[in-house]
C-alpha cells in the first residue's frame, strides 16, 4: 500500500549538510578513449578536497560522479577540463530520492523449511531522521544467523518498495525467531518477512529540499520571487530593507536545474544566490503516482 503524507503533517527529515549519499549524481567517461584510469585517479584527487563529492565505478565500468548540487557538479567537471586537462562526457544528472514509512508495522512469518520450519517476528517504526537501525532479539543465536537476517533485511531496505529508492528512517527489530535453516534460507525468509513489515508500514516518497538564499537588486525582486514560486518554493523570509531584496526559501533539488541560467538572466547578472541542504519532504502527487518512464529514469539514483 502506498501513502501519501502532505508536507504539513509530514516533519521534515532533516540531517548534517554532509550526507552518507550523493543528492545529485551523473555518469562521466572520458571523450578520448583509453583514459579512464586518468579520469578516476583526477576525481579521486578533487574528491580528497571536498568530502561532498563522491565518486563510484572503476573503468571500464562507468564512472559515477555524485555531489550536492547541479552547480557543484558543473564546477568538478570545470576543474577536471582546467586542473587535469581531461574532457569528458556526462549523462544526465539525477537526484536522490528516498522511500519511508508512514506508520510502526509488525509482521509474524512462518514458513515451512525441508522437515523443519522457521518463525521470524519483525518490526519497524519510523525515525525523525534519515537513519536505519536494525536490531535482533536473543531468539536470535550465532553470528551467522544474525548476519543472514540483517543481509535480508538491508537487501528490502536497499531496493525500496513502491519506487526503488532505498529506504530511510526507520527502526527495525527481531524480538523472536525460532527454527534453525542455513543462513542462506534465513536470509530469504527475512527479506519475505521484511517486505510485508515495511508494505503494512505504507510506503511515501521522499525528495530532498534545498535552503535558497536570493539577494538581488531591489527592482528585479518581484519576477525573481515568481520563478521560485513556479518551482515549488516555500518562502521562508522576504527583506526589503533597502538595496538588495533578499529571500530565504525551501526548495525541491529535482525542480532546481538550470536555476543559475534562468536565475542570471531574470536578475539581469546582478543578483547571486546560495544553496545548501535542508531536509528530506514528502514528494508531491505527481511525482509519487506511477511517473512515466522518462520522469523515473529522471529521479533515479
Avoid at 510506503?203 to 535558497?212: C, K, N, Q, R, S
Amino acid at each position: 500500500m502506498l501513502t501519501r503524507v502532505s508536507a504539513a503533517t509530514f516533519r521534515g527529515m532533516s540531517e548534517a549538510e554532509t550526507l552518507p549519499w550523493p543528492l545529485i549524481s551523473l555518469s562521466l567517461a572520458p571523450r578520448i578513449a583509453g583514459e579512464g584510469e586518468r579520469l578516476l585517479a583526477a576525481l579521486r584527487a578533487l574528491a580528497a578536497e571536498d568530502e561532498r563529492l563522491h565518486v563510484s565505478g572503476e573503468p571500464p565500468a562507468e564512472i559515477q560522479l555524485g555531489g550536492l548540487s547541479e552547480d557543484h557538479l558543473d564546477a568538478t567537471i570545470a576543474a577536471l577540463r582546467r586542473d587535469h586537462g581531461i574532457d569528458v562526457m556526462c549523462g544526465a544528472p539525477t537526484v536522490a530520492f528516498r522511500e519511508t514509512i508512514a506508520s510502526p508495522s509488525e509482521v509474524e512469518y512462518r514458513q515451512r523449511v525441508g522437515q523443519g520450519f522457521v518463525s521470524l517476528t519483525l518490526r519497524v517504526k519510523p525515525m525523525a531522521d534519515l537513519s536505519v537501525t536494525i536490531s535482533c532479539g536473543e531468539g536470535v543465536t550465532g553470528d551467522d544467523g544474525v548476519a543472514a537476517l540483517r543481509e535480508g533485511i538491508e537487501q528490502v531496505l536497499d531496493k525500496g518498495l513502491g519506487w526503488g529508492f532505498p529506504i530511510v528512517g526507520v527502526a527495525i527489530s527481531v524480538p523472536a525467531a525460532e527454527g534453525f535453516v542455513e543462513p542462506a534460507t534465513l536470509r530469504q525468509v527475512a527479506a519475505i518477512a521484511a517486505r510485508q513489515m515495511i508494505e503494512r508500514g505504507c510506503t511515501i516518497l521522499l525528495e530532498p529540499i534545498m535552503d535558497v538564499t536570493v539577494t538581488v537588486p531591489d527592482g528585479c525582486a518581484d519576477v525573481v520571487l515568481a520563478d521560485l514560486g513556479t518551482r515549488r518554493a516555500d518562502v521562508l523570509a522576504r527583506r526589503h530593507d533597502g538595496e538588495p531584496a533578499i529571500f530565504e526559501a525551501l526548495v525541491p533539488l529535482i525542480n532546481l536545474f538550470g536555476y543559475s541560467n534562468s536565475f542570471r538572466a531574470l536578475s539581469g547578472g546582478r543578483g547571486s544566490f546560495t544553496l545548501r541542504y535542508a531536509c528530506y519532504r514528502p514528494a508531491p502527487q505527481h511525482l509519487d503516482r506511477d511517473p512515466p518512464p522518462a520522469m523515473a529514469a529522471a529521479l533515479r539514483a
